[in-house]
């Protein structure tokens, strides 16, 4: 893509896991300051497809990461933290030898979780804990997040609190995203491309025409109803 920064490269990547294809030959590509989202049905592969780019799932094809840009992994699950009293500032820090106080506070400001940095992690809402993780990643110096279902278990207003984040890191700090999701109409809204897939890839481009509800279909193997936000 003619003045863009390749950052990401998947080259027919594919995943058996216990004799069972996961994935088979997905091929594309993630440019600086692009949102990536990922659709499909429940068991096509998308988590999966997350845990290849990171190396945590043995795979066949190639990823290739520009030297330099770090993914930061935001699990479906958010951390359980259990009773442990770690405030979200501990969260942010934790596993880090050194750290820059500034780089924590500047993280902070920008996922706007200034004023719960000393609340308790356990104690946050879902969207806090969420935007929390995300400011983790950023202290860690990462480039791209890897976001798998970060809506799922937020109400309306904190998932629109969290786009319009999302939308500042991608145009003020060029921060890019691969979002796994389900929300066919407000992911699409957001996203500079689209990947479908269940197990092989149906569709990979711009949320616009092609997108459609008989693609949507073949990939979800069903009716299903779609909403496509033009914004």
């Given amino acids: 893509m003619a003045g863009k920064k390749l950052i990401l490269r998947v080259k027919d990547l594919s995943v058996v896991l216990d004799g069972r294809k996961i994935l088979e030959n997905i091929s594309f590509e993630l440019y600086e300051g692009e ?6 049905p429940n068991g096509a592969g998308k988590s999966t497809l997350l845990k290849a780019i990171l190396g945590m799932v043995p795979y066949t094809g190639e990823v290739y990461l520009a030297p330099g840009y770090r993914p930061g992994y935001i699990p479906q699950a958010l951390v359980d933290m259990g009773k442990l009293p770690a405030t979200a500032r501990d969260v942010i820090t934790m596993g880090f030898r050194n750290y820059s106080k500034e780089k924590v506070m500047e993280a902070a400001r920008k996922l706007d979780i200034e004023s719960h940095l000393d609340n308790l992690f356990v104690n946050l809402s879902g969207g806090l804990k969420q935007r929390t993780l995300i400011a983790k990643a950023l202290v860690y110096g990462s480039r791209i997040l890897l976001l798998d279902e970060p809506t799922s278990n937020l109400d309306i207003q904190s998932q629109k609190r969290f786009y319009s984040i999302l939308k500042d890191l991608k145009e003020k700090e060029k921060i890019s995203a691969i979002m796994v999701s389900h929300d066919l109409g407000v992911v699409t809204s957001y996203a500079d491309r689209v990947l479908c897939l269940n197990v092989r890839m149906f ?29």
Avoid: T
């Avoid at 949102?35 to 499909?40: S, T």
């Fill in 203 to 231: 569709y990979h481009g711009k949320p616009g025409k092609e997108l459609n509800i008989d693609l949507i279909r073949k990939v979800y193997g069903h009716d299903v109803g779609v909403i496509i936000h033009d914004h």
């Fill in 35 to 40: 949102i990536l989202a990922v659709l499909g």
